[in-house]
């Protein structure tokens, strides 16, 4: 080592005075300085078998399953949605048809935010960013034609899972699919809704109740289902640090392992059902870094803090999304690179699923043109690439070792100050969490505007008098209008006394300590609206608001 | 000299994506504006609400939900029954720009998409709200 130390500083003192250097920022876009090479003496001491081991096993740094790729691909899936159930369903044939394998739902902001379509506070937002679901009626039709034994759908909802969960079930069971069947996964991350994607409807602590409810009614009856995304792509999406993404989500995800504990369940009975999903943007090997730092961390603290036995409990599983923050209004097809490379370092990284944007999502939702683009952008990674056939190719690079070890240290760094705050929740309500993003999304704002970072198209190379011209997706008022009729009409042809008595179930279960979970079921099945739940939830667990501090 | 220019920020709808809300606020209020942030989820009336009773010479309105389309028209609908005709409207987020058309022949100032750099947005502020006290 210390021949490998003289040589390099021999190299630098040679290299020094003539080296020109380009007018640049040599950091990550998370403002990390990088060193111009990395050698052995950057991972002197890396231990293989400690830090890295083999795939599918203890520390699981290189990948959750022995065999990853080529096994089985990742799964290729797109989150969609948009209109009413009949217009999604429709996309979702035309994915599947093309490839996707792995369902993904986007709901509307009043499903979103637990109001049905023809409440007030939903004009001129139904079916506009996501799909509107009001009640079973809309899910039966969603998945109309799609065998829920044959796919894995994963839901994008928070503060409503549990209904969007039950409503999935009783599909399951209009098709004759057993609950015991179902794979797939509901996001169901209330932490990071108040720490940055801000869909919440109830405080903390009755959000807690929701997910362990779910926890526990999933452990027995949905056995397969993934109960938990714990997400870090939203607080990334705020604007934090690939290092704050890892950091606040994997305090976030012990955070749920602490509630289940305390909620008095065993916690290799849960914890082999939650997942995360993690961000993929544009410094490619930082994120490749952070998603190796993430299954390290997790696996360690899994075993050697929280006691997990079952090694099911050790893995960290996630999904990628490619980063819609780094996407450009401006020159929209320069997204269709930016996802590429996005979604590479997400294989890259092992994800167990993925998502790629369609490059005219800063304009509007996806057109089926661009969608296909971008689905054919993981193909083309899975077929002609070659990363695929080698597990963890990037293992072993100085730069990328040195890299993920910094990230570990930084991210338990941060545990560090979020144990001092008292944990998770009293850091929220600290604004520590909201704070860091928001300065970190200014900094960022800076650097572009003082020309220190560069975006292309953005903020040089511009194509001045630049004349977009791409056929958006146009939802119309006319969706709002038919989707107000067709919950009209439910409402009108379903038993009212079935309703009033699932209700009131539904209350005095929340008001106790009983499972909410068969209360869902059954309101869910006597065609209760989703507004008319969450409305008794409301009245008795009250909402939650939040300062209105920008920083 | 020219009082404080008052920027209300807001949120309208259900939309909970606040990045560029509060970058814009930031960039603002280091640009020397008094800043008024109203939080999420606001109501077109809460915000009308509050542009009055803040004595605002801005609003400035983020969305990223789609549904521009019925909230800046309600917002403006309802200033203008305030009798706040001189207020600066302005705002952003995911507008396609067929949509910004419609909305400035509304009668929205002006709005502003992706990758605006934030001191267009001041200059522009400042200009507008001086042309419209000039106005008065």
């Given at each position: 080592?210390?021949?490998?130390?003289?040589?390099?500083?021999?190299?630098?003192?040679?290299?020094?005075?003539?080296?020109?250097?380009?007018?640049?920022?040599?950091?990550?876009?998370?403002?990390?300085?990088?060193?111009?090479?990395?050698?052995?003496?950057?991972?002197?001491?890396?231990?293989?078998?400690?830090?890295?081991?083999?795939?599918?096993?203890?520390?699981?740094?290189?990948?959750?399953?022995?065999?990853?790729?080529?096994?089985?691909?990742?799964?290729?899936?797109?989150?969609?949605?948009?209109?009413?159930?009949?217009?999604?369903?429709?996309?979702?044939?035309?994915?599947?048809?093309?490839?996707?394998?792995?369902?993904?739902?986007?709901?509307?902001?009043?499903?979103?935010?637990?109001?049905?379509?023809?409440?007030?506070?939903?004009?001129?937002?139904?079916?506009?960013?996501?799909?509107?679901?009001?009640?079973?009626?809309?899910?039966?039709?969603?998945?109309?034609?799609?065998?829920?034994?044959?796919?894995?759908?994963?839901?994008?909802?928070?503060?409503?899972?549990?209904?969007?969960?039950?409503?999935?079930?009783?599909?399951?069971?209009?098709?004759?699919?057993?609950?015991?069947?179902?794979?797939?996964?509901?996001?169901?991350?209330?932490?990071?809704?108040?720490?940055?994607?801000?869909?919440?409807?109830?405080?903390?602590?009755?959000?807690?109740?929701?997910?362990?409810?779910?926890?526990?009614?999933?452990?027995?009856?949905?056995?397969?289902?993934?109960?938990?995304?714990?997400?870090?792509?939203?607080?990334?999406?705020?604007?934090?640090?690939?290092?704050?993404?890892?950091?606040?989500?994997?305090?976030?995800?012990?955070?749920?392992?602490?509630?289940?504990?305390?909620?008095?369940?065993?916690?290799?009975?849960?914890?082999?059902?939650?997942?995360?999903?993690?961000?993929?943007?544009?410094?490619?090997?930082?994120?490749?870094?952070?998603?190796?730092?993430?299954?390290?961390?997790?696996?360690?603290?899994?075993?050697?803090?929280?006691?997990?036995?079952?090694?099911?409990?050790?893995?960290?599983?996630?999904?990628?999304?490619?980063?819609?923050?780094?996407?450009?209004?401006?020159?929209?097809?320069?997204?269709?690179?930016?996802?590429?490379?996005?979604?590479?370092?997400?294989?890259?990284?092992?994800?167990?699923?993925?998502?790629?944007?369609?490059?005219?999502?800063?304009?509007?939702?996806?057109?089926?043109?661009?969608?296909?683009?971008?689905?054919?952008?993981?193909?083309?990674?899975?077929?002609?690439?070659?990363?695929?056939?080698?597990?963890?190719?990037?293992?072993?690079?100085?730069?990328?070792?040195?890299?993920?070890?910094?990230?570990?240290?930084?991210?338990?760094?941060?545990?560090?100050?979020?144990?001092?705050?008292?944990?998770?929740?009293?850091?929220?309500?600290?604004?520590?969490?909201?704070?860091?993003?928001?300065?970190?999304?200014?900094?960022?704002?800076?650097?572009?505007?003082?020309?220190?970072?560069?975006?292309?198209?953005?903020?040089?190379?511009?194509?001045?008098?630049?004349?977009?011209?791409?056929?958006?997706?146009?939802?119309?008022?006319?969706?709002?209008?038919?989707?107000?009729?067709?919950?009209?009409?439910?409402?009108?042809?379903?038993?009212?006394?079935?309703?009033?008595?699932?209700?009131?179930?539904?209350?005095?279960?929340?008001?106790?300590?009983?499972?909410?979970?068969?209360?869902?079921?059954?309101?869910?099945?006597?065609?209760?609206?989703?507004?008319?739940?969450?409305?008794?939830?409301?009245?008795?667990?009250?909402?939650?608001?939040?300062?209105?501090?920008?920083? | 000299?020219?009082?404080?220019?008052?920027?209300?920020?807001?949120?309208?709808?259900?939309?909970?994506?606040?990045?560029?809300?509060?970058?814009?606020?930031?960039?603002?209020?280091?640009?020397?504006?008094?800043?008024?942030?109203?939080?999420?989820?606001?109501?077109?009336?809460?915000?009308?609400?509050?542009?009055?009773?803040?004595?605002?010479?801005?609003?400035?309105?983020?969305?990223?939900?789609?549904?521009?389309?019925?909230?800046f028209p309600r917002v403006l609908e309802l200033l203008k029954e305030k009798g706040l005709d001189d207020v600066v409207v302005t705002g952003g987020g995911i507008i396609?720009?067929?949509?910004?058309?419609?909305?400035?022949?509304?009668?929205?100032?002006?709005?502003?998409?992706?990758?605006?750099?934030?001191?267009?947005?001041?200059?522009?502020?400042?200009?507008?709200?001086?042309?419209?006290?000039?106005?008065?």
């Amino acid at each position: 080592m210390t021949d490998l130390k003289k040589a390099r500083e021999a190299w630098e003192k040679k290299t020094a005075g003539s080296a020109r250097q380009r007018d640049a920022l040599f950091t990550s876009i998370s403002g990390e300085e990088v060193n111009p090479i990395y050698t052995p003496e950057d991972v002197a001491d890396l231990d293989y078998m400690e830090k890295l081991g083999f795939p599918g096993e203890f520390p699981y740094t290189r990948g959750v399953r022995h065999n990853m790729y080529r096994g089985r691909l990742w799964t290729m899936r797109q989150f969609s949605g948009f209109g009413t159930a009949e217009d999604s369903n429709a996309r979702y044939k035309f994915l599947l048809a093309h490839g996707q394998t792995g369902l993904s739902v986007a709901f509307d902001m009043p499903t979103i935010m637990g109001y049905d379509s023809d409440h007030e506070r939903s004009q001129g937002e139904v079916g506009v960013c996501g799909v509107a679901i009001d009640s079973l009626r809309d899910m039966e039709v969603l998945f109309d034609g799609i065998p829920l034994d044959k796919v894995s759908t994963s839901m994008t909802i928070n503060a409503p899972a549990a209904i969007l969960l039950a409503l999935y079930v009783c599909v399951g069971e209009k098709q004759g699919v057993s609950s015991k069947e179902l794979r797939g996964t509901i996001q169901n991350d209330l932490l990071k809704e108040y720490i940055a994607q801000k869909s919440w409807i109830f405080p903390p602590k009755p959000s807690m109740r929701i997910i362990t409810d779910i926890m526990e009614y999933c452990a027995e009856e949905v056995p397969q289902w993934n109960t938990i995304s714990i997400s870090g792509y939203h607080i990334r999406e705020a604007g934090s640090t690939a290092l704050q993404e890892l950091a606040f989500t994997l305090a976030d995800g012990f955070a749920y392992v602490e509630a289940g504990i305390e909620a008095g369940m065993d916690v290799d009975t849960f914890a082999p059902r939650l997942s995360y999903f993690f961000n993929s943007h544009m410094d490619f090997f930082e994120e490749i870094a952070k998603f190796r730092a993430a299954r390290r961390i997790w696996a360690k603290d899994m075993r050697d803090k929280y006691g997990a036995k079952d090694p099911r409990s050790w893995l960290l599983r996630f999904h990628t999304q490619t980063a819609g923050c780094s996407l450009t209004a401006q020159q929209p097809y320069n997204n269709i690179v930016r996802t590429a490379l996005e979604a590479l370092a997400g294989v890259l990284g092992g994800t167990q699923s993925l998502h790629t944007n369609s490059m005219d999502e800063t304009l509007a939702l996806p057109s089926e043109e661009a969608v296909h683009v971008a689905l054919r952008t993981q193909q083309v990674i899975a077929h002609e690439s070659g990363v695929p056939n080698v597990i963890d190719p990037l293992g072993g690079s100085y730069y990328v070792e040195a890299l993920t070890d910094k990230m570990e240290a930084g991210c338990r760094e941060y545990f560090r100050k979020i144990e001092e705050l008292g944990g998770v929740i009293p850091a929220i309500e600290k604004g520590f969490f909201q704070r860091d993003i928001a300065k970190a999304a200014f900094r960022y704002q800076r650097e572009l505007e003082e020309k220190k970072r560069i975006v292309v198209g953005v903020n040089d190379l511009v194509d001045e008098g630049e004349e977009v011209k791409i056929d958006l997706l146009r939802i119309g008022p006319e969706v709002e209008e038919r989707q107000k009729k067709v919950v009209a009409r439910v409402r009108g042809e379903r038993d009212g006394e079935a309703v009033e008595k699932a209700l009131k179930g539904l209350k005095a279960a929340a008001e106790g300590d009983d499972n909410l979970m068969p209360h869902f079921l059954d309101c869910c099945r006597a065609y209760v609206t989703e507004g008319e739940m969450i409305g008794v939830l409301r009245d008795v667990f009250g909402e939650y608001r939040e300062p209105p501090t920008y920083w | 000299m020219a009082e404080r220019i008052r920027v209300l920020v807001a949120k309208p709808g259900l939309d909970g994506h606040d990045r560029g809300a509060k970058v814009v606020a930031s960039a603002l209020r280091d640009a020397g504006m008094e800043v008024i942030y109203t939080g999420l989820h606001q109501t077109p009336e809460m915000i009308a609400n509050a542009a009055v009773q803040e004595d605002v010479d801005v609003v400035a309105m983020s969305i990223l939900s789609g549904a521009h389309m019925t909230m800046f028209p309600r917002v403006l609908e309802l200033l203008k029954e305030k009798g706040l005709d001189d207020v600066v409207v302005t705002g952003g987020g995911i507008i396609p720009k067929e949509d910004m058309e419609k909305l400035v022949a509304m009668g929205v100032d002006r709005l502003f998409g992706p990758g605006t750099d934030t001191r267009d947005i001041a200059a522009y502020i400042t200009d507008a709200v001086a042309s419209k006290r000039g106005g008065r």
